[in-house]
């Protein structure tokens, strides 16, 4: 009886296995699932629609957003995030540290039991065990755990935020995508109240040239939206929302209403002519007007130019690398403009072309010629590239003298700094001895 049992069980599987591949067959096609070839590996890419194709644009423009609006939906809502908060106060864990409330691990899965469903996945084990920092008891921040949760779902938010503007849907931004995004951003900023709207087209070009500066150094025309989220920008930008900000925050922050003024401002007391453009005379006044004309020429035989003039975007990239010199993408900017022959490396006759000119600024300014070999000598001896004959834009990169090469052989002023620097470090440890002397006194 068993055996026919047996048999009967045996008999039906096979029956549901016939079945199910003769379903799965007419679903799939003529091709065994089981017999797996280069027809029957699945489809996984699918090229998207081109200009002409309106209507399958639309749908796909479509499903995206019905897509990112679902994910917006599943993120915690602040009645979530509140209700989070109590629980961990709720259950932290004694003994109490000072003023800082800690949780251990059998607490923290008792207020993930309560949490909502929404808030639960940002509470697993490896997060507990990421933020724990040697408590003697195994517990972990409760303000740490919360303003990590409130990190992701900000992250998360901004991520969906940003993929509405993709409008290809490839993960990645072109400046158009960038500066309606930033234009729409402008009303919810409140230190940027300030601003007339006759200047916005102004702030979002100074806003989104840092972005492709930055994150686009190759000149592609697109950054990657992850990257968008991976650098400190996007906090720099939105610490905006902020009602009071300090006058050094706001200073040091390249997106403040402040910070896109003065770069505009500056830019207009250059065009001397007024023609919404920049000559190279106009350039040469920039900063301390001590440029050489030998960088200058390169800078405009390199940059985007209308008619041997520069325009604010090209102005914007050249600000951008002057002021900061020490990061990769602003020596590579520089790098192109020293490497006159395209070559790939500096050589002798590089950084001689270039200090030819500052020597010529010297015998203009009456200051005394310092030879061509001397520099010469300092400059490789500071990168130490690999090979002693040329100099590539990762020995500058990796030496950590780059900004100091570059001053040297494009600014007067820079030369000199370096050349007095010695000197200006004794007057700088005497006037900060003098100061706590002063201070000293007072108290």
């Known amino acids: 009886r068993k055996q026919a049992e047996k048999e009967a069980d045996s008999s039906q599987t096979e029956d549901d296995l016939q079945l199910f591949t003769g379903e799965y067959v007419k679903l799939k096609g003529a091709h065994s699932a089981f017999h797996c070839s280069d027809d029957t590996i699945p489809r996984f890419y699918f090229k998207p629609p081109r200009q002409d194709q309106v209507l399958l644009q639309k749908l796909r423009e479509e499903s995206r957003a019905a897509l990112l609006q679902r994910k917006g939906s599943n993120l915690a809502h602040n009645e979530e995030l509140q209700q989070l908060w109590s629980l961990l106060e709720k259950h932290q864990s004694p003994p109490l540290a000072g003023d800082i409330q800690m949780i251990n691990y059998s607490d923290f899965k008792l207020v993930k039991d309560k949490a909502s469903d929404r808030c639960k996945p940002y509470m697993k084990g490896k997060v507990f065990c990421k933020l724990m920092a040697g408590d003697p008891y195994g517990r972990i921040s409760i303000v740490k755990f919360f303003n990590y949760v409130m990190r992701k779902i900000w992250l998360q938010q901004t991520r969906i935020g940003l993929s509405l503007y993709d409008v290809a849907g490839l993960g990645y931004l072109k400046e158009p995508d960038l500066e309606n995004y930033i234009l729409e951003l402008i009303p919810t900023l409140p230190q940027l109240d300030c601003l007339e709207r006759s200047f916005y087209s102004f702030y979002v070009c100074t806003a989104v040239r840092k972005f492709f500066f930055f994150l686009d150094p190759l000149r592609t025309g697109k950054v990657k939206i992850q990257d968008v989220l991976a650098c400190s920008f996007l906090d720099d930008l939105l610490e905006l929302r902020e009602e009071e900000l300090s006058k050094e925050a706001q200073d040091a922050n390249w997106f403040s209403a402040p910070s896109a003024l003065r770069v505009y401002g500056q830019y207009l007391s ?37 008619d041997g003039e520069m325009d604010y975007k090209t102005y914007l990239d050249f600000v951008l690398a002057m002021e900061s010199k020490k990061e990769p993408q602003a020596l590579q900017y520089f790098y192109r403009l020293l490497d006159v022959q395209g070559r790939g490396y500096l050589n002798v006759y590089d950084l001689n072309y270039f200090y ?88």
């Open 270 to 306: 250059l065009d001397a002519d007024h023609n919404g453009m920049l000559s190279k005379s106009e350039l040469s006044k920039y900063g301390t007007g001590t440029l050489t004309p030998a960088f200058l020429d390169r800078v405009f035989q390199e940059c985007l130019t209308y």
């Open 356 to 443: 030819r000119s500052m020597q010529e600024m010297m015998r203009l300014n009456s200051q005394e010629v310092i030879r061509f070999e001397d520099i010469k000598d300092e400059i490789f001896d500071m990168v130490k590239p690999r090979n002693p004959l040329h100099i590539t834009l990762n020995d500058l990169i990796v030496s950590g003298q780059g900004e100091t090469v570059i001053s040297i052989l494009s600014d007067l002023n820079g030369f000199w700094t370096y050349e007095n620097r010695e000197v200006l470090m004794a007057e700088t440890v005497a006037a900060a001895e003098e100061q706590r002397l002063i201070s000293m006194s007072e108290t």
